[in-house]
């Protein structure tokens, strides 16, 4: 979570680190969709000044995070079925990418790392911990993405990740989602560690585009 200096001696937050406060309330869905973004309230939580919350805003909005309308202010832009395609079509192009270029550049130390946390993984499914896995899910894929050696995949997937970070908290509190979703990062795995990267890039494109039929089941029950 994004923290501030805070106490009068501290610095003003810059614009940037106002956006990312706010980009990281969105992540974990403290703030929503079409909630207001109220100036006021911003400056109080942060400390920053009435020109940084502005800047911050106009920056999420240029992101697609955040709509600004005259004489309402800002608010968190809603999601739409059709948009939510978009971004998986282009997620399952990316990490399906990002698991073939792991299985071929990661070295041993990345590759052990990452059945590290696919064991966490496993305990959570046994601790019924679904917060734990979620966090943990967040790792086992920035771990993945890392390894394949790609920094441009990790940005655009940092990107298109926020929008949709509400839905896919929500999907890790369906017991059955999250064994799904376990049993796929577990033939992710085997590809990877057998260094085969052409099963490693359709066993996550496969897994990705089962989150999208997840998360679009969510999105209906939410907007009914």
């Known amino acids: 979570m994004v923290q501030f200096p805070g106490g009068p ?21 403290q703030f929503v969709p079409d909630q207001r973004l109220v100036e006021v309230d911003i400056i109080r939580s942060t400390g920053s000044s009435r020109v940084r919350v502005r800047e911050a805003l106009q920056r999420l909005a240029a992101e697609g995070l955040v709509t600004i309308e005259p004489y309402r202010g800002a608010s968190v832009r809603s999601i739409s079925i059709d948009e939510l395609r978009h971004i998986y079509r282009a997620r399952v192009a990316l990490e399906g990418t990002a698991a073939a270029d792991f299985a071929t550049n990661a070295s041993d130390g990345q590759r052990e790392r990452l059945q590290q946390v696919q064991d966490a993984l496993e305990q959570c499914i046994v601790d019924r911990a679904p917060e734990r896995f979620g966090k943990l899910n ?14 441009i995949i990790g940005e655009l997937l940092q990107r298109l990740s926020v929008p949709i970070h509400r839905l896919l908290f ?14 796929d990062h577990r033939r992710i795995l085997k590809a990877i560690m057998a260094r085969d990267p052409d099963a490693a890039e359709r066993e996550m494109r496969a897994h990705v585009d089962a989150g999208f039929r997840t998360l679009s089941a969510i999105e209906r029950d939410y907007q009914v």
């Open 138 to 151: 967040s790792e086992w894929h920035g771990l993945l993405v890392e390894g394949s050696g790609n920094t």
């Open 170 to 183: 929500e999907s890790f509190y369906d017991a059955d989602r999250l064994r799904t979703a376990n049993d």
């Open 9 to 29: 001696t501290g610095l003003t937050p810059s614009s940037q680190q106002v956006s990312e406060w706010i980009r990281d309330r969105i992540r974990r869905g």
